[in-house]
């Protein structure tokens, strides 16, 4: 591949009067590439994208629009479906029914690779994330897949910190965001943002490549955290939904308890709060029971589905 590279990069310099040795464009000036497709359905594409914001290659899972091939002038919505802590681009058309769910509709829906612990962000020492998928991903599919500029973000645990920070971070960008037993208040107490320290921790990864210091870089914290970018969701279609960690219905017989849900559901319950206080409306399912657990977030994005149709203009 190099040699390839370096034949294509000296063919051109031929071309254009340029010495043999001219350089090659600067990380920061490189742009991102598809270098395989894999087609598993007739709607279902894995793509490995090589990346320079994260110096190695990920994969991209997309589900076309019904009527992708036979309009192949139009540029079409899009609806980025974010994977939670400790899983992959493939978790939500493993786990759920997302792909039979927008079989019928002109949507471009879009399951990016997160990192296991990537947290949605630039890491202040590590990949960055955050770039990765707002500006280099989103120009390949604009240009290689019609993507057009009406989107709509969703997704769930971590997803749900990234589907809503990525929202206030980029004003604009979202027409809705919904998130599903998201990490939605990181800096709820000291131990709250400890624990997600151990996470990433428990990742191999060094928790301080993240955001820094919880207490010294308090501000790179707050930047990154939804219910610190509370005011910057104004005009958005927000949607919130998480469960109260009581075994149900769709849980397994042996599930008591889940501590961590019932964590979440305090970080949601402070979100919601200041939003109320903020006059920014949102649509919330606090719901008991509920774990942490796919037959849940599989009924949440059913009922979440409604909201995102019409801000994508499709519902």
């Given at each position: 591949?190099?040699?390839?590279?370096?034949?294509?990069?000296?063919?051109?310099?031929?071309?254009t009067?340029?010495?043999e040795?001219?350089?090659?464009?600067?990380?920061?000036?490189?742009?991102?590439r598809?270098?395989?497709?894999?087609?598993?359905?007739?709607?279902?594409?894995?793509?490995?994208?090589?990346?320079?914001?994260?110096?190695?290659?990920?994969?991209?899972?997309?589900?076309?629009?019904?009527?992708?091939?036979?309009?192949?002038?139009?540029?079409?919505?899009?609806?980025?479906?974010?994977?939670?802590?400790?899983?992959?681009?493939?978790?939500?058309?493993r786990?759920?029914?997302?792909?039979?769910?927008?079989?019928?509709?002109?949507?471009?829906?879009?399951?990016?690779?997160?990192?296991?612990?990537?947290?949605?962000?630039?890491?202040?020492?590590?990949?960055?994330?955050?770039?990765?998928?707002?500006?280099?991903?989103?120009?390949?599919?604009?240009?290689?897949?019609?993507?057009?500029?009406?989107?709509?973000?969703?997704g769930?645990?971590?997803?749900?910190?990234?589907?809503?920070?990525?929202?206030?971070?980029h004003?604009?960008?979202?027409?809705?965001?919904?998130?599903?037993?998201?990490?939605?208040?990181?800096?709820?107490?000291?131990?709250?943002?400890?624990?997600?320290?151990?996470?990433?921790?428990?990742?191999?990864?060094?928790?301080?490549?993240?955001?820094?210091?919880?207490?010294?870089?308090?501000?790179?914290?707050?930047?990154h955290?939804?219910?610190?970018?509370?005011?910057?969701?104004?005009?958005?279609?927000?949607?919130?939904?998480?469960?109260?960690g009581?075994?149900?219905?769709?849980?397994?017989?042996?599930?008591?308890?889940?501590?961590?849900e019932?964590l979440?559901a305090?970080?949601?319950?402070?979100?919601?709060?200041?939003?109320?206080?903020?006059?920014?409306?949102a649509q919330?399912?606090?719901?008991?029971?509920?774990?942490?657990?796919?037959?849940?977030?599989?009924?949440?994005?059913?009922?979440?589905?409604?909201?995102?149709?019409?801000?994508?203009?499709?519902?």
């Open positions: 591949m190099i040699v390839v590279a370096l034949a294509l990069v000296l063919c051109a310099a031929c071309g009067g340029k010495p040795g001219a350089e090659k464009p600067k990380a920061s000036e490189q742009r991102a598809i270098t395989a497709t894999v087609v598993l359905s007739p709607r279902m594409r894995d793509l490995t994208v090589d990346s320079p914001a994260l110096g190695r290659a990920v994969s991209v899972r997309l589900l076309l629009p019904a009527a992708y091939a036979s309009q192949p002038q139009r540029r079409w919505p899009v609806l980025y479906l974010l994977h939670g802590c400790c899983d992959t681009y493939e978790s939500w058309t786990s759920t029914d997302a792909e039979q769910l927008t079989a019928t509709s002109d949507v471009l829906v879009v399951m990016p690779d997160g990192g296991s612990v990537g947290f949605y962000s630039d890491w202040q020492s590590g990949p960055r994330w955050e770039t990765f998928h707002l500006t280099e991903l989103r120009r390949l599919l604009e240009e290689e897949y019609r993507a057009g500029s009406v989107r709509a973000i969703a769930l645990s971590m997803g749900g910190l990234g589907a809503l920070a990525y929202t206030a971070r004003p604009g960008m979202f027409r809705a965001a919904a998130s599903f037993s998201g990490i939605v208040h990181t800096r709820l107490s000291p131990e709250e943002s400890e624990r997600y320290m151990g996470l990433v921790r428990s990742e191999g990864e060094k928790p301080l490549g993240l955001w820094g210091d919880p207490h010294e870089r308090a501000d790179v914290w707050a930047a955290n939804p219910y610190d970018l509370a005011p910057k969701l104004r005009g958005t279609a927000l949607f919130l939904s998480v469960g109260t009581t075994s149900g219905p769709l849980d397994n017989p042996r599930t008591t308890f889940d501590g961590g019932s979440l305090a970080e949601n319950a402070a979100l919601a709060a200041r939003l109320r206080t903020l006059g920014i409306p919330t399912d606090f719901y008991d029971p509920g774990t942490h657990s796919w037959p849940y977030w599989q009924r949440e994005l059913h009922r979440a589905w409604p909201m995102l149709q019409r801000a994508l203009g499709v519902g």
